[in-house]
């Protein structure tokens, strides 16, 4: 993780989403709920960290409470 700069944050989710891997200044950031289980936790980390390995996370990508997910166009 500390190659590819991301950063590994816990946060309460108060949804059915258990991590999730986003764009982050220089890097990237994973977020994990807080409250997942052990398995769970070490699953995410492994999958999303696969996610910035792959370069998916190429854009900016912003959370709105109307959209799910918003992604401006370029």
Request: glycine residues 6%; proline residues 3%.
């Given at each position: 993780?500390?190659?590819?700069?991301?950063?590994?944050?816990?946060?309460?989710?108060?949804?059915?989403?258990?991590?999730?891997?986003?764009?982050?200044?220089?890097?990237?950031?994973?977020?994990?709920?807080?409250?997942?289980?052990?398995?769970?936790?070490?699953?995410?980390?492994?999958?999303?960290?696969?996610?910035v390995l792959?370069?998916?996370?190429?854009?900016?990508?912003?959370?709105?409470?109307?959209?799910?997910?918003?992604?401006?166009?370029?």
């Amino acid at each position: 993780m500390k190659r590819t700069r991301t950063k590994l944050v816990e946060r309460r989710f108060h949804s059915t989403v258990t991590g999730m891997a986003l764009p982050f200044l220089d890097g990237h950031l994973i977020a994990i709920d807080s409250a997942a289980s052990w398995a769970d936790w070490n699953f995410t980390i492994r999958h999303e960290l696969a996610h910035v390995l792959a370069g998916d996370l190429s854009g900016l990508m912003f959370l709105t409470r109307r959209t799910r997910f918003h992604i401006p166009s370029a």
